[in-house]
């Protein structure tokens, strides 16, 4: 009964004493803040980690080789090459394959008009463009005619073409030297996601066969660092992987219990790891929060005694004209649940607020990430439940104890 | 609800006989009203008269609902009163009993209109229809224009009159009032009283607690009480 009354009743009462309902609310504001940062900062990290490994393409499997081959085997026996390459693309068994990048790789530096810069120098056939989903933005790759022939073509990355040339255009046709080497700039592509990774990438890319023609040391010459294989889309990852490692296992003549050998990643692979850990942030932080929405549930009781306290005699005043002990229950318990529900709903704000300002922060330092803000309607949703029934599990042993009060002692009360 | 048919002319609209209430202070009984015997005429004005400590409190709450009976019998408009527990009581007071305060009561920063329809909100009544009553009430006690004033924006004498339109809204069958002028001034405690006269003139039944003589003066029969018993009635 009399619900609108009660929660207008609430609404007044909070507004008579606004700094101390402030106060009380402020362990929920911070329960509740820190429960809607995290899962819409979660959110926003994997919409961002998403779209950038979709942008990378998720059907791609990573191989590399760790060369622990156990203790009776030399390290050195165990590469790719461009033959395996080559097998991998005929295999019956992987007619899914678009494309393989095999790419040597190998930090060097890079000179251009008297000024030197690191360089993380990849050799690739030219598959890498397509199976990285690198696309010119000036100029063109190179074909597989040209690398084919081992040319001194080089094809930059954006971000480190800006760098040196201000604009991607004016790097075309330019000479640069990498070891003494002059390379021909043929294009610019886009950057690679996370700007190339955690290896921070000035990334550069040419022909394989130039790599070994000019750069590798002898002993690399015809060793492939790791690959990347690209399937069609619609096939099923776990399968396809099996089949990919048992024919790398048949090709390099290995034992089928040899897996330590491979370091093997996919994508999905990636995602379902960043899944992990978020849940196991999201978690903690849920503990933390739990605690502090305890504490402010305490200081919700503690508050709602005192009221009852302080209100002794309107409670025996509404008695006396007929309120039954249920209804002095329901009014105090709608107090409570109004009183950390507000303090809820300023945490919702005060959370998203902070999160806002959080993806404009990372914007203004990464412009090149665009991460887009988004709201989490389940967070919101929970947290708003959350608020509300802390109010109603703290304020129900203060309202009982408003509900048990007798009428004449409680209009008597001094 | 409690069935409560209202009497005739003739009945008693309330009958206690031999009613006690035993307070215990640990094991020390305290005997503070000690087999009273008492019959209310439909339209009477009553004043319940005493010194203090001399039950006349205890008699009003128990008359009133507000307390349960050690022992003894209580007619209620010819309904004998067995039932005393919280909540047929919460409904007895808030269907069939108005209550006017020594202190008023009044629910701070609420209007004198939502202080006055608080009663039948409890009733169950829609808060619209109860607004209109209220407003109807502080027309009768003169505060037609005060309807939306706060307690603390009223006099003593005003908020009395809205507390007599509070205790008036759900139209009860007997009106209680516990030293109603005790924290007014002569004028505005003649200005209540004649209030208080002019509801009995219309017919309400009404029992007033007080010590004064000059407030009892207006009750048509004084019941006197002493160490819990009935001296004078």
Redesign the interface.
């Known amino acids: 009964?009399?619900l609108?009354?009660h929660i207008q009743t609430s609404i007044?009462q909070l507004l008579?004493n606004k700094g101390k309902a402030f106060l009380t609310m402020l362990g929920i504001i911070i329960g509740i803040g820190s429960v809607i940062m995290i899962m819409t900062l979660g959110e926003i990290a994997k919409q961002f980690l998403l779209s950038q490994i979709t942008q990378f393409g998720t059907n791609v499997v990573e191989i590399g080789i760790t060369g622990e081959l156990g203790p009776f085997q030399s390290q050195t026996d165990v590469y790719f090459t461009l033959d395996d390459i080559k097998a991998l693309e005929q295999s019956s068994l992987l007619t899914e394959i678009t494309g393989i990048s095999s790419a040597y790789t190998l930090s060097s530096t890079l000179e251009y008009a008297g000024d030197s810069h690191a360089v993380s120098v990849w050799g690739d056939t030219e598959a890498a463009f397509s199976v990285n989903n690198l696309n010119p933005v000036a100029g063109r790759v190179y074909t597989a005619a040209e690398a084919d022939r081992a040319d001194r073509s080089i094809v930059l990355t954006e971000r480190f073409a800006e760098e040196v040339f201000d604009t991607a255009i004016k790097a075309i046709g330019k000479t640069i030297r990498i070891n003494g080497t002059s390379f021909n700039v043929l294009g610019v592509v886009n950057d690679l996601p996370f700007g190339g990774g955690p290896i921070g990438g000035n990334y550069v890319f040419i022909p394989l066969k130039t790599a070994y023609a000019y750069l590798a040391p002898s002993e690399d010459v015809n060793k492939i660092t790791f690959i990347l294989v690209e399937f069609a889309e619609g096939t099923e990852p776990a399968g396809f992987q099996d089949r990919l490692l048992f024919e790398i296992k048949r090709i390099k003549h290995l034992d089928n219990d040899q897996d330590d050998v491979f370091f093997v990643a996919n994508r999905q692979q990636f995602l379902d790891i960043f899944d992990n850990v978020l849940l196991a942030i999201q978690l903690f932080v849920a503990a933390i929060a739990a605690i502090s929405l305890i504490v402010g549930g305490i200081g919700i009781m503690n508050i709602m005694l005192v009221t009852v306290k302080e209100r002794t005699?309107?409670i025996?005043?509404?008695?006396?004209?007929?309120?039954?002990?249920?209804?002095i229950l329901i009014q105090f318990l709608i107090e409570a649940a109004v009183l950390t529900t507000v303090g809820g709903i300023i945490g919702i704000v005060g959370g998203l607020g902070l999160c806002y300002l959080a993806v404009m922060v990372v914007n203004a330092v990464q412009p090149d990430w665009q991460i887009q803000f988004v709201l989490v309607p389940l967070a919101i949703g929970l947290a708003c439940g959350v608020s509300m029934l802390t109010g109603i599990g703290f304020g129900l042993y203060p309202a009982w104890k408003a509900s048990r009060l007798h009428?004449?002692e409680a209009?008597r009360y001094e | 609800m409690p069935t409560s048919p209202r009497p005739s002319k003739t009945e008693a609209i309330i009958r206690i006989t031999t009613l006690t209430k035993t307070y215990w202070n640990g094991a020390v009984a305290i005997p503070a009203v000690q087999g009273v015997d008492l019959t209310v005429r439909p339209g009477e004005f009553i004043a319940l008269m005493g010194p203090s400590g001399s039950g006349k409190s205890t008699l009003m709450?128990l008359l009133a609902f507000?307390?349960a009976p050690s022992s003894g019998s209580y007619w209620f408009a010819g309904n004998n009163i067995t039932d005393f527990s919280?909540?047929y009581l919460?409904?007895l007071?808030?269907?069939v009993l108005g209550?006017v305060?020594q202190?008023f009561?009044l629910?701070p920063?609420?209007t004198a209109l939502d202080n006055v329809a608080?009663?039948l909100?409890?009733?169950?009544v829609k808060?619209k229809q109860a607004r209109l009553r209220a407003a109807e009430l502080l027309q009768k006690v003169g505060l037609g224009d005060r309807v939306y004033h706060r307690p603390n924006e009223l006099s003593g004498g005003q908020q009395q009159r809205v507390s007599i339109a509070?205790a008036l809204v759900n139209n009860p069958m007997v009106l209680f009032c516990d030293e109603p002028t005790g924290n007014l001034d002569t004028k505005t405690s003649g200005d209540i009283m004649k209030l208080i006269s002019q509801l009995h003139h219309e017919g309400k039944t009404i029992i007033m607690v007080t010590h004064a003589e000059e407030i009892a003066d207006y009750a048509e029969r004084r019941v006197q009480l002493r160490d819990g018993k009935i001296v004078q009635s």
Not at chain 1, 316 to 327: E, F, M, Q, T
Not at chain 2, 121 to 124: C, D, I, R
């Open positions: 009964m009399m609108a009354t007044k008579a005699k309107e025996g005043l509404r008695k006396a004209v007929g309120a039954k002990n249920r209804s009428p004449i209009l | 709450n507000l307390d919280e909540d919460a409904d007071r808030n269907s209550f305060f202190q009561h629910l920063r609420t608080l009663p909100l409890y009733t169950g808060r509070r």
